[in-house]
């Protein structure tokens, strides 16, 4: 392993490389793709690590999402794509890597990160905790219930031109949660504008789109048969009903159903989840790229008000360290510099939790993540999770 390592961006020279270490790391196709990936992809920065003979170690992209939080778009980098090659492993070239990353989003204006990690040691090591997991669950179809058809809705086949109104009825689910990316942007205007899957079922009452569910229907239609819902949404409880009732049609020829459920939303509330089977668990992670940013961008709630201060520590990236002072009220927030130390010394990770809604300030304190001084209580950082715990329905 070299000395040193040298971060930089990937060049049109360094695609063919970069597809072999991620071919290695992830055991794809060993045959590349038959159209090349360009260097300057809309809405992606990809980052190499090269060893001083100019070799590429390792590999990172930051993906140019955009966020909902309560009801505000947060720019994001989120992260994908990480490898490293065998021979440099556990020697610090992750780190170079995820160093460069957040100082280059921090540059092009990013407030927070998100990712999906093969192992989390090596990102919690670099800032980044666990906040969530997206669940794909498996259904007996059969279970799904029945009922008679509402009068006032129309169920028919999506088309290509349903695509706008499907886009936005999911943004009116997406934009009031937390974490759900706003599919905005160059990454989804550059995108494949068919119809997603095999097919769309719309649900609309009079004339406007209340539920949509689109899906693949795999092969068969035997015991082994599988039904997967991409995404299944809906804006009204009539409408979930009359959603899952066309799923639940399928029972004959695709015994299971296979979906993402959101928690909490108007189709979750009709599935019988409690005979669900987990069919895969992805864990995610998340964490401040500028902290004062990432408090500001964000919706918080109206009812929620008060200021606190704490000491951030954060190796990675430096322009977070320091003493803050949180100040929330009228649905906006802001993080102030003051001198001096603070009774509440929070770690970046813990910060990540508290933001995301993923744990309660006691809890982050016993975990190692919050330390404070006698008398201090460290309920106070709450505040820093007001509105709720944040999900993930996309997975990068």
């Known amino acids: 392993m070299p000395a040193t390592v040298h971060v930089r961006e990937l060049t049109a020279d360094d695609l063919d490389a970069a597809w072999e270490l991620g071919r290695f790391a992830f055991g794809s196709d060993p045959q590349p793709p038959a159209t090349p990936a360009s260097a300057a992809a809309p809405g992606r920065t990809r980052y190499g690590a090269f060893d001083d003979a100019g070799r590429l170690v390792g590999k990172a992209v930051d993906l140019h999402h955009d966020q909902w939080w309560s009801g505000r778009a947060v720019p994001a980098a989120d992260v994908a794509g990480v490898a490293v090659a065998p021979e440099a492993r556990g020697r610090g070239v992750a780190r170079a890597l995820l160093t460069a990353l957040l100082r280059g989003a921090r540059d092009r204006g990013a407030a927070i990160s998100a990712l ?37 809705l129309t169920v028919r086949a999506g088309t290509p031109a349903d695509l706008p109104a499907v886009a936005d009825l999911y943004e009116r689910v997406a934009r009031h949660r937390n974490g759900m990316l706003t599919r905005r942007g160059e990454l989804f205007d550059t995108a494949d504008r068919g119809l997603p899957g095999d097919g769309v079922t719309l649900v609309e009452a009079d004339g406007e789109l209340v539920g949509y569910a689109t899906w693949q ?23 979930a009903r009359e959603l899952v009732g066309v799923l639940a049609s399928w029972a004959s020829v695709a ?19 409690e005979a669900a089977r987990d069919h895969e668990r992805d864990l995610w992670m998340h964490r401040p ?59 970046v990770r813990g910060f990540a939790l508290l933001y995301a809604g993923a744990a309660r300030a006691r809890s982050v304190a016993q975990a190692g993540l919050l330390h404070h001084s006698p008398g201090a ?20």
């Open 116 to 152: 999906y990690p093969t192992v989390a040691a090596p990102y919690r090591a670099c800032g980044w905790e666990a906040a969530g997991v997206l669940r794909t669950v498996d259904l007996a179809t059969a279970a799904l219930p029945r009922h008679r058809p509402a009068s006032h």
């Open 255 to 273: 015994p299971t159903l296979r979906l993402c459920p959101l928690n909490g939303d108007a189709v979750s509330t009709v599935l019988p989840l």
């Open 289 to 347: 790229v500028d902290v004062a940013r990432a408090v500001s961008a964000r919706g918080w709630p109206a009812h929620a008000r008060g200021a606190v201060d704490f000491h951030l520590t954060d190796p990675l990236a430096e322009w977070n360290s320091g003493t803050w002072r949180l100040t929330v009220a009228d649905g906006a927030a802001e993080l102030t510099r003051i001198d001096g130390e603070a009774d509440l010394r929070l770690d």
């Open 217 to 239: 229907r795999g092969r068969g239609y035997g015991a082994d048969s599988v039904l997967t819902v991409d995404e299944a949404l809906a804006v009204t409880a009539e409408a």
């Open 377 to 396: 209580d460290p309920a106070a950082l709450d505040l820093l999770g007001v509105g709720g715990p944040a999900q993930l329905l996309d997975y990068f």
